[in-house]
Structures are given as C-alpha cells and as structure tokens.
C-alpha cells in the first residue's frame, strides 16, 4: 500500500515508516522537521532505505489544508502522528496547541474525506482523554500506587474528561475522528496511546520520560522526580505499537469508527521512580543524582489502560516487557551518546 505519515520524522513516525518500508509498503512522510531529533531520523530513514520510489519526503505542515490536500491525494491509507505533542508547552502556547492538534487533525480527516476517502485513517490519541480520574480510588501498596479496583485498568467506556490545553486538543481530535466514520463513513479509528518508549526517542522532562530518563541515566546527569516516584504507568515498547497500526490498518474496514486503548496494560507496568531508578542504576551501574520536585498539577498517583479490546478486537497485545525494552532503549542511546550532546 501507499502510506502516508504526518509526523513521519517523529519518533513513533520513523519507527513505524521503517516497519512498513521493511514489509514492502511505500511511505510518504509529510512534517514540519519542528521536533528536535526530527532531522536525524529523516535522515536515519534515509540512509536505510535508500529508494526514493518507495520513501518520500514532504516539508509540511498540517495546520496548511491546501499543502497536506495536495500531498495526500491518492493515498491508500494514513497515520496521522503530527502533533504538539507536550502538555506544559500546551498550557504555555495553548492557540498553537489547539491549531496543530485539533486544526490539525481537522484538516487530515477533510483531506482524507475530499482526496483519498477509502483509505484507511489511524490517529494517534492518548489517555490523556480520560483526564484526572479522581472518581477512582488510589491505594498505597508502599513502594507504589495502584487502583482499588480495575485489576485490568481503564477501559475505553470511561467517561472522557479532557483536562489541559493538550487534553481539549487531542481529546476534540479522537471524537472528530470517530465523528468522520459516522457522518461520512471515512475508515478510520483512533488509537488511545499510553506512554510510548523506544529507539529513535528524543525524550525530554516534559514529553517522552522514559527516554528522558535513560538518557540522563547514560550521560550522567541529574534526573528530577516530581511527587515520590510511586506513581505507576503503563508502557508499550514502540515495536509493539507499530504491530498494532499494522493490525488496525488490516482489519480498519470491519472496525470503523472505534476507540481503542493502545498501552502496556495492566502486565507491563512502571512505578516512575521506585522500580524504574533501581532498573536504571542497575543498568549504568552507579547511583542516579536525583532531585525532588512538587507534585504538578494534574499528575495522576496512577494511569494503567485496559487493553483487552484491543486484544480481542484486533487481536494484539504487547510483548516486549519493560525491563527488556528498556534494556534495549538504554543499549540505543549508549551506542549513540553524541545525539544527546
Ligand atoms: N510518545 C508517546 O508516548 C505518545 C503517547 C500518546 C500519544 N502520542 C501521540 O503520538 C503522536 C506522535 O508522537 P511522538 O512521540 O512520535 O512525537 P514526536 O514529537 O517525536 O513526533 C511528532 C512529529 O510531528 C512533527 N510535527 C509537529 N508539528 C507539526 C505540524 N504542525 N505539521 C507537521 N508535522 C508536525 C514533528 O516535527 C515530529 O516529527 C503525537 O500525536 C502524540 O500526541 C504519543
């Protein structure tokens, strides 16, 4: 198939166009190089596949409708990855926000509906559409937080609760996008991600922790906690997502117009600090400088997505546990040390 990638340069974006290239697809990626890292993994992708009949390159952007229009037509199927991808700088620029994540995923789903309206439109959602929960009740089990009850996590029929200029943004974007396969049949689904980690992840504090993490922990440099590092998450390895865009793009016609929660679940769980820091310290073998910050507001004692429609509708589930895809994130980032200079 002929894929088209918004935020093709991303981290997931370049992980998932590699994936499709290596399965025979051809790729067209359409971004604005805005993300730093975004560049290097252009060019990363580049350099491995090295066929400009089979990767295309685009410098767009998706808030410009007549660009992204020109660029889509013809399409056989989308993943739409462009994003403001950081609360904090959602609170800070909350238009920009709002125009790259709502106006954005606006304009992919018309460019979709006026110039490829058969194919198929994964958008990448989060969570975070699920909000603060506090309805849900927290217990201490001493080195970490977990739900009273959920034993399988949050499902998709959770009331939506959009907190943040991020939260309104991607949260408008996932009802937009299941709204365009009810009113005008487009194909497409949304995939609500929990905390993604993997190679080619250019994390800092306020997006993309894990790699964040890992590359202080590699440098040597001081990591910040804030709360007491019990907070617990769900995390899927980047190599099980891009199965999951794989499953959804095959089975997208019989699974229009649906939510899914796309996470490590309830068996691939992190606490931030307590678990992950003895991991990592393990991992570098020397003790981590921390320090501690506030609680910020918002900040969840614990997010685990129920991923079990998923596993029953499309038939996926995730299969690189933390400790082993962190191992290999952290065997990425030490063999490449002068990216994070
Ligand atoms: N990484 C995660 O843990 C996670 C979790 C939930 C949801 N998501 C969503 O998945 C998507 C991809 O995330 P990622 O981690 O790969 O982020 P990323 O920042 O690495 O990739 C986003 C890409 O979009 C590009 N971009 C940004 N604004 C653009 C614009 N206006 N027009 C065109 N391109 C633009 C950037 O240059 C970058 O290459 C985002 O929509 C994000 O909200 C990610």
Not at 24 to 45: C, E, Y
Request: with cysteine; hydrophobic share 35%; glycine share 10%.
């Amino acid at each position: 198939m002929n894929l088209f990638i918004t935020g093709g340069a991303g981290f997931i974006g370049c992980n998932s166009a590699d994936y499709f290239l290596k399965q025979g697809h051809t790729v067209t990626i359409f971004d604005n190089l805005s993300r730093p890292g975004a560049t290097n993994n252009l060019n990363w992708l580049q350099l491995r596949h090295d066929d400009p009949e089979k990767l295309q390159f685009v410098e767009g952007d998706v808030r410009d409708y007549d660009a992204l229009s020109r660029a889509i037509d013809g399409s056989e199927a989308v993943l739409h990855l462009a994003g403001q991808v950081a609360v904090t700088t959602s609170v800070i620029k909350p238009r920009n926000d709002f125009e790259v994540n709502a106006l954005g995923t606006f304009n992919v789903l018309e460019a979709v509906r006026n110039y490829c309206p058969n194919a198929p439109l994964i958008n990448a959602s989060t969570n975070k559409v699920y909000g603060g929960m506090t309805q849900i009740e927290i217990v201490d089990k001493g080195d970490q937080y977990a739900y009273a009850d959920y034993p399988f996590g949050v499902p998709e029929t959770a009331p939506l609760d959009f907190h943040s200029p991020y939260g309104c943004s991607k949260g408008a974007a996932d009802q937009y996008t299941i709204d365009y396969a009810r009113i005008y049949g487009l194909n497409t689904l949304t995939f609500r991600q929990s905390c993604i980690y993997g190679q080619r992840q250019f994390g800092v504090e306020d997006q993309g922790w894990v790699a964040h993490f890992v590359i202080a922990a590699v440098k040597n440099r001081p990591i910040t906690i804030f709360g007491d590092g019990k907070q617990v998450r769900d995390v899927l390895h980047i190599n099980d997502l891009v199965r999951a865009y794989d499953l959804g793009f095959q089975k997208a016609d019989q699974l229009t117009g649906e939510a899914f929660n796309i996470g490590g679940g309830a068996d691939n769980t992190l606490a931030i600090w307590t678990e992950f820091g003895t991991l990592l310290e393990e991992l570098c073998g020397h003790e981590i400088e921390v320090h501690k910050g506030d609680w910020r507001p918002g900040d969840q004692r614990v997010f685990v997505s129920d991923i079990r429609k998923a596993q029953n509708m499309l038939g996926w589930q995730p299969t690189i546990a933390p400790k082993e895809g962190i191992t290999k994130l952290y065997e990425w980032v030490s063999n490449n040390p002068h990216l994070f200079d």
